[in-house]
Structure formats: structure tokens, C-alpha cells
């Protein structure tokens, strides 16, 4: 298994300000993603997240918006910035530990924005 | 990415047998079946995947179609804590290591009566 701690895990912010959420990993894993829940919708793949070198971005997202780092195989955060209340979700992060094993999730980060 | 089709909820009774179906039509041969489960206000957690033959783990039972391009998972005695969104996903290894990109559907809502 994979312990995985996301900050913060809710937060209210003011549209136009930005958010960066963080996610450790108990131990290193190869793969790191996050994704968006929207409310009452399925998640949605933002990005995966690349030691030492830019996110690959899904379709529809971009990095100015979704800036995200990856120092070293335990870390990443994601960014929102310029926030607006469509960017109200839940916000989570991802990891493999290796190739063709299960995925574990944080718990999520509940991002309202007024 | 391959499309999985599922119920949109499914009700059963605590400590009864649950059988939720998952329809994939499409599936390719480098396609794994993945069953991921989303309690209420968690991450999604990994319940069972499978490629051709039946699964079993301490959580869950996957049998899978002889053409494979339907899935059962099973629970074999549903419990209050079982409520839950059930994500039937399928994964495409073709890629090699630099592809682990899971596509979420909307999932089946699992009720439990006590």
C-alpha cells in the first residue's frame, strides 16, 4: 500500500487568488497524477505529475492554470491558479509504485472558491 | 480509451451476495479490467483487476466474460460499509511504462439496506 498525505485538505478561497495543494508519499513511486472531482461528477485525469522535468497535461488542461512540480519521487504539488468558483471541486492526487500494479489516492482536497 | 458501461445505482441487502455488471464491447487485448471503489468523501481505493481469467482477493471476486467484453464484480457479502460508487475502468498496457492513465465513467452507486 501507499500512505498518502494531501494539504490542505479543504480550503475556501477568494476568486483570482491561487491554491497549491500538496501530496506526500510515505515511500518513492514511479508514477504520480492528479485529478479533478467536480460535484457529483466522475474524477478526471489533470496531469501526470514528472520527476524533475514538466507535466504531461490532459486535454482541456493547461499549465498556466495548472502549474505542477515534482522535486523527488515522494512530492508533487498542483497549483490552481486565477481561481473562479468553476474551479470549485475536489482536487486529488495519485501514485503507482510500480508498472501494472493498483493505483492509491489521497483522501482529496475540497477547494471552494467564492 | 475504451468505454465501460455500468448501472447507474444498484440496491442489495446487508450480508447478501452483489453482483455489479460492467459492459465493455470494445475491449482490446491489452486492455486490464479495473474495479476501483469511491467511499463517500474518500479517494477512490483499488478493489480487484483481471485480464482474462476470474479474480479473487480478500475483497472481492472478478469474473470475466470468455470474450471478455463483459465483467461481474462480486461481492460476496455486502456489508454497510460496502455503500459505495464502483468504478469499472479499463487499462491499456500496451503503452509500456509510460502509460498508466486511468479514464473514469460515472460509476455504479452501491445502496445497502440493513
Known amino acids: 500500500s501507499a500512505v498518502i498525505s494531501q494539504k490542505p485538505s479543504r480550503d475556501i478561497c477568494q476568486r483570482g487568488t491561487s491554491l497549491t495543494i500538496q501530496c506526500q508519499v510515505d515511500s518513492q513511486v514511479t508514477m504520480m497524477f492528479w485529478y479533478r472531482q467536480q460535484p457529483g461528477q466522475s474524477l478526471t485525469l489533470i496531469a501526470t505529475?514528472?520527476?524533475?522535468?514538466?507535466?504531461?497535461?490532459e486535454s482541456g488542461f493547461v499549465i498556466d492554470k495548472f502549474p505542477i512540480s515534482r522535486p523527488n519521487l515522494t512530492f508533487s504539488t498542483l497549483t490552481v491558479s486565477n481561481m473562479s468558483p468553476e474551479d470549485s471541486s475536489i482536487y486529488l492526487c495519485s501514485v503507482v509504485r510500480q508498472m501494472n500494479t493498483e493505483a492509491f489516492f489521497g483522501q482529496g482536497t475540497r477547494l471552494t472558491v467564492v | 480509451d475504451a468505454k465501460t458501461t455500468q448501472p447507474n445505482s444498484m440496491e442489495s441487502n446487508e450480508e447478501e451476495p452483489v453482483h455489479l455488471p460492467c459492459n465493455h464491447s470494445t475491449i482490446s487485448g491489452t486492455d486490464y479490467i479495473h474495479w476501483y471503489r469511491q467511499l463517500p468523501s474518500q479517494g477512490p481505493e483499488y478493489v480487484i483487476h483481471?485480464?482474462?481469467s476470474n479474480v479473487n482477493n480478500r475483497m472481492a471476486s472478478l469474473a470475466i466474460a470468455e470474450d471478455r467484453k463483459s465483467s461481474t464484480l462480486i461481492l460476496h457479502r455486502a456489508t454497510l460499509r460496502d455503500a459505495a460508487v464502483y468504478y469499472c475502468i479499463l487499462r491499456d498496457v500496451s503503452g509500456g511504462g509510460s502509460n498508466y492513465k486511468l479514464t473514469f465513467g460515472k460509476g455504479t452507486l452501491l445502496t445497502v439496506n440493513p
Open positions: 505529475a514528472n520527476q524533475g522535468s514538466e507535466a504531461t497535461y
Open positions: 483481471g485480464l482474462t
